[in-house]
């Protein structure tokens, strides 16, 4: 399994980014059975958990992202999307994608995608 994160950039506040988190090797109905989420990492700071899918579908979110953010699976493009609006500078970090395939004990982590958002 490899994952490839994409969709990062430079963007002000209040805008809207969507980053893209590609499964290789392996098939969809396991992508759509699977645990997955979203990290981040800001200069000096610990990796944080940004949001969450579950293997059954239910989503989970920092509060700082409550109601801007919204995790989702594309099973036709085997990927995990996370859509970001509302965009404020405090999101800038690093951002990566997760994915622990259901039947393995260890996870998978995406290359890290870099989210600037200038005030």
């Known amino acids: 399994v490899q994952l490839q994160a994409s969709g990062g950039g430079l963007v002000q506040a209040g805008g809207s980014l969507r980053l893209s988190c590609k499964v290789f090797g392996t098939i969809t109905s396991v992508i759509n059975s699977s645990p997955a989420a979203w990290y981040r990492q800001a200069p000096g700071r610990e990796r944080e958990l940004v949001a969450r899918?579950?293997?059954?579908?239910?989503?989970n979110y920092t509060d700082s992202v409550k109601g801007r953010f919204t995790i989702s699976r594309d099973l036709a493009k085997k990927t995990v999307n996370l859509q970001m609006n509302n965009l404020k500078p405090e999101d800038t970090a690093v951002y990566y994608c997760n994915y622990r395939p259901y039947y393995a004990t260890s996870a998978y982590w995406g290359q890290g995608t870099q989210v600037t958002v200038s005030s």
């Open positions: 899918i579950s293997g059954e579908g239910s989503k």
